[in-house]
Structures are given as structure tokens and as C-alpha cells.
């Protein structure tokens, strides 16, 4: 099979397509045939070896010192599953699956095996990109905004980074749930952000967040310039900060009304996201659909921090 290898921590041309071996499912596997993956942040993270400050240490030990650990990049996918292990039940070959690979990795490329556990069926009414781009941004925004923030209807939320993978998503589901929500981004992704659901939007070129004169019951830093000082300003007495990329400082002194850490990969929360897209309650916002080809591309598009939504890449060729 073609897959993009990650050989040594580097910059995006670091990344390369080459052949191997396809995967064997072990008896407690899948085998599948990814249609469509993501490249997110934590791709780009985990290729440069850069993690955010006081992170590169612990980083390095779990993905690999020196190298990445596991050479094919990738988490989020949607594809068919073609085999399955000797002890599978519940699931047979030529079903569309989708899900996270963890610490696992390798999405990215045109076959991967993963537990059953870790996936679950994708409706068809929901195509392989939009399940795959719903996945890291979706799942990560709906932890920290509903588990975190306990999001509810009447709630005033402030994304900042509101036009990223996780800010487009935050966005929607702050909306749906009744929020009136107020948008960070560029001047240029304002009437992105407006589609998605926010009332109120700031153009961080002409106000900084932290000048925003304006508190808020959730404020949602997507993007990781918000400290805990700055970000207390912006929230009411008894409101809620969330950092979703914070130092390891911060996230260790995260308490009270500041929340930081690691979003899990959890299939009921992948359900809840299908199923808000197959009802027309959200939608993925995909900047563009590449070929595995273009992985390097696609990981300088995200390394600009200039991203918009999500990028797909396609590991097979057109059929």
C-alpha cells in the first residue's frame, strides 16, 4: 500500500509518500480501507515535534525521541472496512466505519487496522470526507464546550480561533445548543463564521481578543494566546475559560473556573456528531480535498496557522 511516512521530526516536506506492506488485522482487528482522512493540528504538531510549551519532553517520550515513533501520521478517517479478524463480531467487510486512531496513528495512508471499539458505522447519509473532517475538530469542541463549559441554551460563548478545524465546529455546536456566540477570526472568514452561528464577530487584526470590552460565560481559546490571567477578564464572575492549547504550566494549574487538558476519543461522542450532520444540524467546513500526494502541502497549509475548517486527504486514487 502507498502511505505518508514522517521518517524524522522536520518541516512539511519532511513528509513523503512510499510503498509497504499492507497491514495484517490481528485477531482482534479491522482491516480498512481509508477513503478519506484529516490532517489536523496535532499532525503538524507531531511531524514538527514541537508540542506546546513545557509539553516537549513528555511528547517526545510517548511518540519517539528522535523520530516519530509511528511513521504514518494521521488519526481522523472514514472508510470500508475489507477484513476482519479471526474473533470480530458485529461487523463484515464492505461496512463504512469511521473514528480516531489515537496514539496509534496511521490514517494516513490507504489501508489501516484498529481495534472495532475505536470506530463506529458511518451513516450513509454522511459522506467519508465530512465524517472524517467532523471528527478531531467536532469531538474536541464538544468535550471542552459541553463537558467542561456545560453548555446550555441562554449562554453567552466567545470562540476565538472561531474559523479553524476546532473553531468551526465550536461555533456550530454553541449555536445548536442555544448559545449566542461571539467570533475571533480575520476580517476575511466573517461571513464563514456568521453562516455557522455567530451574532457577533471581532477581526483580530483590528481588536485583539484580550482588548475585547466584553464579558462572557464560556470563553473558548481554539487557538492558544489567551493566558489564564488574560482570559479571567473576559469571563463573567461565574463564568468558565477554556484552553484547548495551553502550556504544560497552565494545564496543570487548570482549576476553578479554568479548564485545560486533552480531549478524549470517545465513539458515543462520534455518534452524536454523525448524527447532528446526517439532521443537517452542523457541517464540516473542508478548505480542500487533496491527494496523498500533496501531503506536504497539506501539512504547510496547516502549519500557516492560516487554516480554514479542515483539510481531507484521499490516500487511493480516483476509480
Given at each position: 500500500m502507498r502511505a505518508a511516512f514522517a521518517h524524522q521530526y522536520g518541516p512539511p516536506q519532511s513528509v513523503s509518500v512510499s510503498t509497504t506492506a499492507?497491514?495484517?488485522?490481528?485477531?482482534?482487528?479491522?482491516?480498512?480501507?481509508v477513503q478519506a482522512a484529516?490532517?489536523?493540528?496535532?499532525?503538524?504538531?507531531l511531524r514538527a515535534g514541537t508540542f506546546p510549551p513545557g509539553f516537549t519532553p513528555i511528547a517526545r517520550a510517548v511518540f519517539g525521541i528522535t523520530r516519530p515513533r509511528n511513521p504514518i501520521l494521521g488519526s481522523s478517517f472514514s472508510g470500508i472496512v475489507v477484513k476482519v479478524g479471526d474473533k470480530i463480531q458485529g461487523l463484515t467487510p464492505g461496512q463504512e466505519v469511521c473514528g480516531m486512531t489515537g496514539m496509534a496513528m496511521g490514517a494516513h495512508a490507504e489501508f489501516?487496522?484498529?481495534?472495532?471499539?475505536?470506530?463506529?458505522?458511518?451513516?450513509?447519509?454522511?459522506?467519508?470526507?465530512?465524517?472524517?473532517?467532523i471528527m478531531f475538530g467536532g469531538s474536541t469542541a464538544l468535550y471542552f464546550l459541553r463537558?467542561?463549559?456545560?453548555?446550555?441554551?441562554?449562554?453567552?460563548?466567545?470562540?476565538n480561533g472561531a474559523s479553524g478545524d476546532l473553531g468551526t465546529q465550536a461555533v456550530q455546536l454553541a449555536h445548536h445548543a442555544g448559545a449566542r456566540v461571539t467570533a475571533v477570526t480575520s476580517a476575511v472568514n466573517t461571513d464563514l463564521v456568521r453562516s455557522l452561528g455567530a451574532t457577533s464577530i471581532h477581526d483580530y487584526h483590528?481588536?485583539?481578543?484580550?482588548e475585547i470590552n466584553?464579558?462572557?460565560?464560556?470563553?473558548?481559546d481554539t487557538v492558544g494566546n489567551i493566558s489564564p490571567r488574560q482570559g479571567k477578564k473576559l469571563i463573567t464572575p461565574d463564568g468558565t475559560l477554556l484552553l484547548a492549547v495551553a502550556s504544560l504550566r497552565e494545564?496543570?494549574?487548570?482549576?476553578?473556573?479554568?479548564?485545560?487538558?486533552?480531549?478524549?476519543?470517545?465513539?458515543?461522542?462520534f455518534d452524536y456528531l454523525l448524527e447532528q450532520l446526517r439532521q443537517g444540524h452542523l457541517r464540516s467546513v473542508i478548505e480542500q480535498r487533496m491527494t496523498l500526494d500533496d501531503i506536504a502541502i497539506a501539512?504547510?497549509?496547516?502549519?500557516?496557522?492560516?487554516?480554514?475548517?479542515?483539510?481531507?486527504?484521499?490516500?487511493?486514487?480516483?476509480?
Open positions: 499492507t497491514p495484517h488485522p490481528a485477531p482482534h482487528e479491522i482491516l480498512v480501507k484529516s490532517v489536523t493540528a496535532a499532525d503538524a504538531r489501516l487496522t484498529i481495534k472495532p471499539e475505536k470506530v463506529t458505522h458511518k451513516p450513509a447519509e454522511v459522506n467519508h470526507d465530512d465524517a472524517a473532517a463537558d467542561l463549559g456545560n453548555l446550555h441554551s441562554g449562554m453567552s460563548v466567545l470562540v483590528a481588536t485583539p481578543v484580550t466584553e464579558q462572557f460565560d464560556i470563553v473558548f494545564t496543570l494549574i487548570a482549576r476553578g473556573q479554568v479548564k485545560a487538558g486533552a480531549a478524549p476519543e470517545r465513539v458515543g461522542d501539512h504547510a497549509r496547516v502549519s500557516s496557522g492560516r487554516k480554514v475548517g479542515s483539510i481531507i486527504v484521499h490516500p487511493h486514487h480516483a476509480e
